[in-house]
């Protein structure tokens, strides 16, 4: 199996790279490190490091500077479970999950659902036509095979994974779609002037960032983005739901403002704000986000020379392009629960012992935005960086297997504190993990405190 030292250069070299950058990169610790039969570890040192290495390179375009770059393997794995260690003023997280949420047998099988926000727990019980409470749930998926419930209950708004093993996964038009698709994929939209950098000290100092996100991946990317210096406005509105340990967890560094994208002054404002921006983060579905006025053509129009970052679940290509998803439902539809299940001896599915697709795809968004940048600053134009959750679990599987990793020791308490720093929020006194990327002469950090969604005006701070 190849290193995490040689799964990033083949990263960073097939973006545009230099491999004699990773001359300055110091990896330390060893797999395994999480309970799992796949390289958990791995993944979520190689994308921190992608993502410092970027930074790294930012930097010395800005300054001429060249500066060290060290990631420790636990430290990584640990900040891909950030939100399990957040303690707001002492307290550990709510329960995670709705009520109906999980695994469910079918005739032919096993289904998951997610059903944490409401519209998706009201998309289930309608299809199921029964009350949102697990034993009617259960009774009605007795009379589903669970392809089929899949598919209804997504053409209803649900969001619902059949439990594949990989080589039926494999063998769906939409794997064989992706098959042909890069992990990060940087490619030119538009013509456009370089863009100069602004002033400032950090490597994305004055570097603006939208991030219209949510969950874990996307609100992960702009985190990253703001402990390198960028100015991270978090738009949301209040009519949209939110899950709000993860709000506090992936908010640090962040403005947040609210914009109602439903009515034109709201769409406006955002207008306003993407034509003084220099990268655009979004999580919405293709004919969602290009509806409301903003597919990457039409940010490119309003502000030529943008980075417009789209996250999908499954991806740009192929029938499942649309599809609603979460890293715990990509999970299951492309084989991983059944094959950590099959690991672990149990009859079902066993999850990944962290949000692994979700964090590693968040670096990799934030690695792509950085790697984009510094193209347009070099030769100008405008660019699109895609990223999927199913192109990531593509990835992880191919990294290959650790034998008896299941029987590793979980991470806890005593192991977990050298990791976690302590901070001041909109929320109360915050113990969370730090950034696991060591940079050598721009150290790492958050500038600005969690804060609760909305609460600073729709507007870009000053710039240097």
């Given at each position: 199996?190849?290193?995490?030292?040689?799964?990033?250069?083949?990263?960073?070299?097939?973006?545009?790279?230099?491999?004699?950058?990773?001359?300055?990169?110091?990896?330390?610790?060893?797999?395994?490190?999480?309970?799992?039969?796949?390289?958990?570890?791995?993944?979520?040192?190689?994308?921190?490091?992608?993502?410092?290495?970027?930074?790294?390179?930012?930097?010395?375009?800005?300054?001429?500077?060249?500066?060290?770059?060290?990631?420790?393997?636990?430290?990584?794995?640990?900040?891909?479970?950030?939100?399990?260690?957040?303690?707001?003023?002492?307290?550990?997280?709510?329960?995670?999950?709705?009520?109906?949420?999980?695994?469910?047998?079918?005739?032919?099988?096993?289904?998951?659902?997610?059903?944490?926000?409401?519209?998706?727990?009201?998309?289930?019980?309608?299809?199921?036509?029964?009350?949102?409470?697990?034993?009617?749930?259960?009774?009605?998926?007795?009379?589903?095979?669970?392809?089929?419930?899949?598919?209804?209950?997504?053409?209803?708004?649900?969001?619902?994974?059949?439990?594949?093993?990989?080589?039926?996964?494999?063998?769906?038009?939409?794997?064989?779609?992706?098959?042909?698709?890069?992990?990060?994929?940087?490619?030119?939209?538009?013509?456009?002037?370089?863009?100069?950098?602004?002033?400032?000290?950090?490597?994305?100092?004055?570097?603006?960032?939208?991030?219209?996100?949510?969950?874990?991946?996307?609100?992960?990317?702009?985190?990253?983005?703001?402990?390198?210096?960028?100015?991270?406005?978090?738009?949301?509105?209040?009519?949209?739901?939110?899950?709000?340990?993860?709000?506090?967890?992936?908010?640090?560094?962040?403005?947040?403002?609210?914009?109602?994208?439903?009515?034109?002054?709201?769409?406006?404002?955002?207008?306003?704000?993407?034509?003084?921006?220099?990268?655009?983060?979004?999580?919405y579905r293709p004919r969602a986000i290009a509806g409301l006025g903003f597919s990457p053509e039409d940010a490119a129009r309003i502000n030529p020379g943008i980075i417009y970052v789209t996250?999908?679940?499954?991806?740009?290509?192929?029938?499942?392009?649309?599809?609603?998803?979460?890293?715990?439902?990509?999970?299951?539809?492309?084989?991983?629960?059944?094959?950590?299940?099959?690991?672990?001896?149990?009859?079902?599915?066993?999850?990944?012992?962290?949000?692994?697709?979700?964090?590693?795809?968040?670096?990799?968004?934030?690695?792509?935005?950085?790697?984009?940048?510094?193209?347009?600053?070099?030769?100008?134009?405008?660019?699109?960086?895609?990223?999927?959750?199913?192109?990531?679990?593509?990835?992880?599987?191919?990294?290959?297997?650790?034998?008896?990793?299941?029987?590793?020791?979980?991470?806890?308490?005593?192991?977990?504190?050298?990791?976690?720093?302590?901070?001041?929020?909109?929320?109360?006194?915050?113990?969370?993990?730090?950034?696991?990327?060591?940079?050598?002469?721009?150290?790492?950090?958050?500038?600005?405190?969690?804060?609760?969604?909305?609460?600073?005006?729709?507007?870009?701070?000053?710039?240097?």
């Open positions: 199996m190849q290193s995490p030292r040689e799964i990033l250069s083949d990263i960073w070299t097939s973006t545009g790279g230099e491999a004699s950058a990773l001359d300055a990169l110091t990896l330390t610790g060893d797999e395994p490190q999480l309970p799992s039969s796949f390289r958990v570890a791995a993944a979520a040192q190689v994308g921190v490091a992608a993502t410092g290495l970027a930074a790294a390179e930012i930097w010395k375009m800005r300054s001429g500077q060249a500066q060290d770059v060290a990631v420790d393997m636990r430290h990584a794995v640990v900040e891909c479970r950030s939100e399990r260690y957040l303690r707001v003023d002492g307290n550990p997280p709510p329960p995670a999950w709705d009520a109906i949420a999980g695994v469910y047998k079918t005739r032919d099988g096993f289904v998951r659902l997610h059903t944490n926000f409401p519209h998706h727990r009201d998309a289930v019980c309608t299809a199921l036509n029964c009350k949102p409470e697990r034993d009617e749930v259960q009774a009605a998926l007795m009379q589903w095979d669970g392809e089929a419930f899949e598919s209804a209950a997504n053409a209803g708004g649900g969001v619902v994974a059949f439990m594949r093993s990989h080589d039926r996964w494999s063998a769906t038009p939409h794997a064989k779609a992706l098959a042909g698709l890069p992990l990060i994929s940087i490619t030119k939209i538009d013509e456009a002037p370089p863009k100069p950098w602004p002033g400032g000290d950090r490597p994305l100092a004055g570097i603006r960032v939208l991030d219209l996100s949510r969950v874990i991946a996307g609100p992960v990317a702009g985190r990253t983005l703001a402990t390198h210096g960028a100015d991270v406005l978090l738009i949301s509105s209040p009519n949209l739901p939110a899950i709000p340990w993860l709000t506090i967890d992936t908010g640090r560094g962040k403005l947040t403002s609210f914009i109602e994208l439903k009515d034109e002054q709201g769409r406006g404002v955002l207008r306003e704000l993407l034509a003084a921006a220099d990268i655009f983060s979004q999580g996250l999908s679940a499954y991806g740009a290509a192929g029938p499942w392009a649309e599809r609603r998803g979460f890293d715990s439902l990509v999970q299951t539809a492309t084989g991983f629960n059944h094959a950590e299940g099959q690991a672990a001896g149990v009859d079902g599915p066993k999850e990944l012992p962290a949000q692994m697709l979700d964090h590693a795809t968040g670096y990799f968004m934030a690695f792509g935005a950085m790697k984009a940048k510094a193209r347009q600053a070099r030769e100008g134009g405008s660019w699109h960086v895609q990223v999927s959750l199913a192109q990531t679990g593509r990835w992880l599987w191919n990294l290959g297997r650790v034998a008896d990793g299941l029987n590793t020791r979980d991470l806890t308490g005593e192991i977990v504190r050298p990791f976690i720093e302590e901070a001041s929020s909109g929320f109360g006194a915050l113990r969370a993990v730090r950034h696991s990327a060591v940079l050598s002469k721009t150290p790492a950090f958050w500038a600005r405190p969690a804060m609760p969604l909305g609460s600073h005006p729709p507007q870009w701070p000053a710039r240097e």
